[in-house]
């Protein structure tokens, strides 16, 4: 799934955004393809086990699985919805970045990795059937290959809209041309093509949004220009972090500071980074412990500053549409970058960010079918439908539910289409999943006490009262509050709250694991026999992970001082 977005309101992007796209923009797009699928059957060379196809063999260096961590998380919707949220809520985006990203990919690198990768699993719910039992596991694999599907589809959805509106395609053209790109790079090539394409993409998304940013800020007279128009038109709150997030305050976002740090900084944010395995998968592919554990560092340096890339074009959109989002206004939030690429970008630029963009889609989308084929195949397939036959054949039903997986996306892309505010209510789906999934984990990781059985009845609890919260009691109006965002966040809490309380109480009645069974499961313990000595470099001091893991921390957190005084 994509990082915790919210992308306000309809889907629908406005009326009269298309884009005077010529021959040379269609050629930049064309070469880009052409390069894709060029990456997938050069990788299809490495591809000789299930390890290779699932894990990229665990053989890649972690500068690559670091810009593919990344860059799997940069999806479009969270390009356009990020950009939307600051069109409408100002520098309170910072919040889904510095707060909501950072201290859950240091917590993933420097506490997680070793877990993960030292027991040597090939999934997130892999680990739950080690740490828990076989009811969890299967429980976890279901709901998370559901949850991909879904993902995937509505990344092709928001395509096809996006597409629609600025290049004239019919929507359906653009679903099948990407779920078609998508499918024969990850079909050839496995989770080494897309990893590779990934970095590529990461680098095509940062030269479509840093000509946007740069012209933006140019056509409202630099930040100085920019801060002036806004505090003038939206107050002094709307260019604040923190302002007027007290609690009884009012505020757009419909949150307070306690529900940012808990719902948004802890819950949802470690929910996500620490147990979604499309994020987690690119670390499993890293050639030894210390690049996996580097992989979600390195990614939290790019990803502190990228915030920038697409919160000034919201801000930009704000000031040159002072109006933009209300009745008095033909665009939407959600129109903020398309509307300035229409009116800033050349022909030639304007090629290379459409280009970003449909790459960012497909990035989102690669990052969902490529962690779905491996957890249908491994967690589900091999392990209780079609046990114990030869590795050749688990590497060609990879292949074949790859096939199934982007097919059942196009599905879902085209039932997404039904509903006009599909983006709005996608995030929800991260406090219903990842939360439980990430509070079954931490009391798993860090209590030797917790049952074999209280892992499954977590996740039950957690995700069952995450619902209710959202769909009964917000819904129905039995508690008011603000917004759908600050519904999340409450729900996130509740979700979490439940499911620990019910694996305490669950814990207290039935059996623990053997204490034998939990070496390398839980913290303060080791897998005999699979210590890893430090690779040749590995032990420089600009690559160690505490080093990595509080630089980042601390970077982030001197961010926040210039938008909190």
């Known amino acids: 799934m994509q990082s915790p977005t919210y992308l306000p309101g309809s889907t629908y992007l406005a009326e009269g955004l298309r884009l005077p796209t010529n021959g040379l923009d269609y050629a930049i797009l064309a070469i880009y393809f052409v390069v894709v699928l060029g990456i997938g059957f050069a990788a299809r060379r490495s591809v000789k086990t299930s390890l290779d196809f699932f894990l990229s063999g665990r053989s890649l260096p972690a500068w690559v699985t670091g810009l593919a961590f990344v860059a799997a998380n940069l999806g479009?919707?969270?390009?356009?919805?990020?950009?939307?949220?600051?069109?409408?809520?100002?520098?309170?985006?910072?919040?889904?970045?510095?707060?909501?990203?950072?201290?859950?990919?240091?917590?993933?690198?420097?506490?997680?990795?070793?877990?993960?990768?030292?027991?040597?699993?090939?999934?997130?719910?892999?680990?739950?059937?080690?740490?828990?039992?076989?009811?969890?596991?299967?429980?976890?694999?279901?709901?998370?290959?559901?949850?991909?599907?879904?993902?995937?589809?509505?990344?092709?959805?928001?395509?096809?809209?996006?597409?629609?509106?600025?290049?004239?395609?019919?929507?359906?053209?653009?679903?099948?041309?990407?779920?078609?790109?998508?499918?024969?790079?990850?079909?050839?090539?496995?989770?080494?093509?897309?990893?590779?394409?990934?970095?590529?993409?990461?680098?095509?998304?940062?030269?479509?949004?840093?000509?946007?940013?740069?012209?933006?800020?140019?056509?409202?007279?630099?930040?100085?220009?920019?801060?002036?128009?806004?505090?003038?038109?939206?107050?002094?709150?709307?260019?604040?972090?923190?302002?007027?997030?007290?609690?009884?305050?009012?505020?757009?976002?419909?949150?307070?500071?306690?529900?940012?740090?808990?719902?948004?900084?802890?819950?949802?944010?470690?929910?996500?980074?620490?147990?979604?395995?499309?994020?987690?998968?690119?670390?499993?592919?890293?050639?030894?412990?210390?690049?996996?554990?580097?992989?979600?560092?390195?990614?939290?340096?790019?990803?502190?500053?990228?915030?920038?890339?697409?919160?000034?074009?919201?801000?930009?959109?704000?000031?040159?549409?002072?109006?933009?989002?209300?009745?008095?206004?033909?665009?939407?939030?959600?129109?903020?970058?398309?509307?300035?690429?229409?009116?800033?970008?050349?022909?030639?630029?304007?090629?290379?960010?459409?280009?970003?963009?449909?790459?960012?889609?497909?990035?989102?989308?690669?990052?969902?079918?490529?962690?779905?084929?491996?957890?249908?195949?491994?967690?589900?397939?091999?392990?209780?439908?079609?046990?114990?036959?030869?590795?050749?054949?688990?590497?060609?039903?990879?292949?074949?539910i790859t096939a199934i997986g982007v097919l059942a996306s196009i599905g879902t892309a085209f039932i997404a289409s039904s509903f006009s505010n599909i983006m709005s209510y996608l995030q929800t789906l991260f406090s219903f999943f990842n939360v439980p999934m990430f509070v079954v984990f931490i009391i798993g990781m860090f209590w030797k006490r917790a049952s074999v059985k209280s892992g499954v009845w977590g996740l039950v609890a957690g995700t069952t009262a995450a619902m209710v919260n959202y769909f009964w009691i917000y819904k129905q109006g039995i508690i008011s509050i603000p917004s759908d965002q600050g519904a999340n966040f409450v729900s996130a809490i509740v979700g979490f709250v439940a499911g620990a309380v019910v694996m305490v109480v669950v814990t207290l009645f039935t059996a623990p694991k053997p204490e034998a069974e939990l070496a390398g499961l839980v913290y303060g313990t080791t897998s005999p026999g699979l210590a890893e000595p430090p690779a040749k470099g590995d032990d420089a001091w600009y690559r160690r992970p505490v080093l990595l893991g509080w630089g980042a921390i601390a970077l982030a957190a001197l961010c926040y001082v210039p938008y909190s005084f």
């Open 76 to 400: 479009a919707t969270e390009i356009l919805g990020m950009a939307a949220t600051g069109a409408q809520y100002g520098v309170a985006v910072v919040h889904w970045y510095w707060i909501g990203a950072i201290p859950a990919m240091v917590f993933l690198g420097l506490v997680m990795m070793p877990f993960y990768y030292g027991s040597k699993v090939r999934s997130v719910p892999e680990f739950l059937l080690q740490r828990f039992d076989r009811s969890a596991h299967l429980l976890s694999s279901v709901l998370f290959a559901f949850a991909a599907v879904l993902i995937a589809g509505v990344n092709l959805y928001a395509l096809a809209i996006v597409v629609e509106a600025l290049l004239g395609w019919p929507q359906w053209v653009a679903i099948v041309v990407a779920g078609f790109f998508v499918l024969a790079y990850i079909t050839f090539g496995g989770l080494s093509s897309a990893i590779y394409n990934e970095v590529l993409q990461f680098f095509v998304i940062l030269a479509a949004l840093i000509p946007l940013s740069v012209l933006g800020l140019k056509k409202v007279g630099g930040w100085d220009g920019l801060s002036d128009s806004l505090t003038k038109s939206h107050g002094d709150n709307f260019l604040s972090a923190w302002g007027g997030t007290g609690i009884g305050d009012a505020n757009p976002l419909g949150a307070n500071w306690l529900t940012i740090v808990l719902g948004l900084g802890f819950v949802l944010s470690f929910g996500y980074w620490t147990t979604n395995f499309a994020e987690v998968q690119r670390a499993l592919s890293a050639k030894n412990l210390s690049a996996a554990q580097r992989t979600p560092l390195i990614a939290a340096f790019p990803k502190i500053f990228i915030v920038f890339l697409v919160m000034i074009p919201g801000l930009v959109a704000a000031v040159l549409v002072p109006k933009i989002g209300t009745g008095g206004s033909d665009l939407q939030y959600n129109d903020a970058i398309p509307y300035l690429m229409q009116e800033l970008l050349p022909n030639g630029v304007l090629g290379i960010a459409v280009t970003g963009l449909l790459a960012a889609f497909m990035a989102g989308m690669a990052a969902n079918v490529s962690s779905f084929n491996t957890v249908f195949t491994t967690d589900i397939w091999q392990r209780y439908v079609v046990k114990d036959r030869e590795d050749g054949y688990y590497v060609k039903f990879g292949r074949l």
